[in-house]
């Protein structure tokens, strides 16, 4: 009988794969985006702004840099700045400090402006505060299964940073973490947090960032002489909502996936008429850092 039972298996198996058929699927045209990626900060040096043209769910082709378009951003104390089209890149648009001249302050609210080809755009946002940074700490370790991976260090140094959330719900940041000059930038590093917490209603008003935050730093082991940087961005709720949505939608995949959606954006084309829409997000930044260069005899021998 069990004979009898693994044949009628394999034949069960065999007639799934008899019976696949490859369907061509007709997707109709996806609607038109101006796509803008414009995260500002105050941090000294060149701001910069990026349009793009949006593409079909299933083109692999260049993406369309947007050209000759007139980019502005206004605060709310009259200032214009003028964003310029860099002649070397396409799509860029700069705006380039004179001496110390800055476009950031914490608490002041901005908006984009962007024309072109009879579009235009519009987003506004606001500059909110950032704690500082306290720390850095790191201890020796052998690399967990989060941390391992075809080039990653299997021994070497473990770390978290230490830093609070000011008093006052909806403080909204995001973490970004940088080993020898380069960021962390896979979609499992996009790490956004509401107050001292990933997400909103967790009740981390005013405290230490948890755990899981401050040991986010390491998605990967550090080694002897490495430099590591963290940055704390602060954010919008709305931002926060952007990139907690665009962070699902990265991960949408697998058997249970759900149908792909678009993410909100805060761009409006005030051209009611107009088949272009905006996308993307306008955020501006304060930004607190932190650097150290990892050193055995600096390490500690245990993280709180």
Known sequence: MRFI???????????????????????????????????????????????VKSQNYFDNGTIEAIKGAKVQVLDTL??????????????????????????????RKYVLKVDWNGEHLEASTKMYRVPPIDSIRYKKAKANLRQSGEGKPTEGFEAQFYASDPKGVGDCYRLKVYKNDKLFNEPNNLTVMYDSNF??????????????????????????????????????????????????EINNAGLFSRPAANIPSNLINTNKNSAWQGAGWFGFSAVSSLEVKVEAKNAVNKLY
């Not at 490859?22 to 941090?43: E, G, R, Y």
């Not at 860029?92 to 950031?104: A, F, L, N």
């Open 78 to 107: 009259g200032n214009v700045f003028e964003f310029k089209e860099s002649l070397s890149q396409e799509g860029i648009y700069e705006w380039k400090p004179i001496g110390s001249e800055s476009i950031g302050k914490v608490g």
């Open 199 to 248: 997400q909103k209603g967790a009740q981390g008003d005013g405290l230490m960032f948890i755990l899981p935050v401050r040991s986010a730093i390491s998605p990967e082991l550090y080694e002897e002489g490495n430099k590591l940087r963290v940055e704390i961005w602060s954010i919008s709720e709305g931002e926060f909502d952007f990139y907690f949505q665009a962070r699902s």
């Open 5 to 51: 039972f693994s044949i009628f298996s394999i034949l069960m198996v065999l007639g799934l794969f008899s019976c696949e058929e490859v369907v061509d699927l007709k997707v109709p045209n996806s609607n038109q985006f101006v796509v803008v990626d414009a995260q500002l900060t105050n941090l000294p040096g060149n701001q910069v702004i990026r349009l």
